[in-house]
T-cell receptor, first 114, second 109 residues
Framework: DVKVTQSSRYLVKRTGEKVFLECVQD?????MFWYRQDPGLGLRLIYF???????EKGDIPEGYSVSREKKERFSLILESASTNQTSMYLC?????????????FGPGTRLTVT | DAKTTQPPSMDCAEGRAANLPCNHS???????VYWYRQIHSQGPQYIIH???NNETNEMASLIITEDRKSSTLILPHATLRDTAVYYC??????????FGTGTRLTVIP
């Protein structure tokens, strides 16, 4: 089975802190994604990556950056956390060209910024 | 990508088939229909996808109408563990999965 793991299930940070969210997948997938999920808004794509050292902006990249130094690991960085970044963050991975195939999701990280 | 319309909630008796409808009247010829579900406090889980033909796997069946403007996800024998929010998504090979608000399915004992 594909396994996507995220570094924390729950995280509490202060406004202005730099926050790192880590995601690791164990199935050699080319594609990795970061979403945030908020009530009434569904999932929104922040950034994605089709290959090592490659990244592309999603729908809401402002205030975030990403890093993909190894194929299995995709990190989401909040440079200076703000209260409007309080959310559930979901990482996903998929096989194949440009994400046509099904995406496998991690359990999510619920981030609270105070 | 085309938008989808789903009922906000449905109930189903345990052991019965759950039929979840989805309208996607603006779907284009190269857009696939995907279904995911999200059980409370977990990440979304892929269920099934199709283009034109009906599809079946170990989890569910997907019935797509001939004009492709609507589809139905069928869980043949619903269990309590199938209680979740079910999302119908249409997309091309592009990266983004647009999850709307989905259908909250409650399986009743």
């Amino acid at each position: 089975d594909v396994k996507v793991t995220q570094s924390s299930r729950y995280l509490v940070k202060r406004t202005g802190e730099k926050v790192f969210l880590e995601c690791v997948q164990d199935m050699d997938h080319e594609n990795m994604f970061w979403y945030r999920q908020d009530p009434g808004l569904g999932l929104r794509l922040i950034y994605f990556s089709y290959d090592v050292k490659m990244k592309e902006k999603g729908d809401i990249p402002e205030g975030y950056s990403v890093s993909r130094e190894k194929k299995e690991r995709f990190s989401l960085i909040l440079e200076s956390a703000s209260t409007n970044q309080t959310s559930m963050y979901l990482c996903a991975s998929s096989l194949g060209y440009r994400g046509l195939n099904e995406q496998y999701f991690g359990p999510g990280t619920r981030l609270t910024v105070t | 990508d085309a938008k989808t319309t789903q009922p906000p909630s449905m109930d189903c008796a345990e052991g019965r088939a759950a039929n979840l409808p989805c309208n996607h009247s603006t779907i284009s010829g190269n857009e696939y229909v995907y279904w995911y579900r999200q059980i409370h406090s977990q990440g979304p889980q892929y269920i099934i996808h199709g283009l034109k033909n009906n599809e079946t796997n170990e989890m569910a069946s997907l019935i797509i109408t001939e004009d492709r403007k609507s589809s139905t996800l069928i869980l043949p024998h619903a269990t309590l563990r199938d209680t979740a929010v079910y999302y119908c998504i249409v997309k091309t090979g592009a990266n983004n999965l647009f999850f709307g608000t989905g259908t909250r399915l409650t399986v009743i004992p």
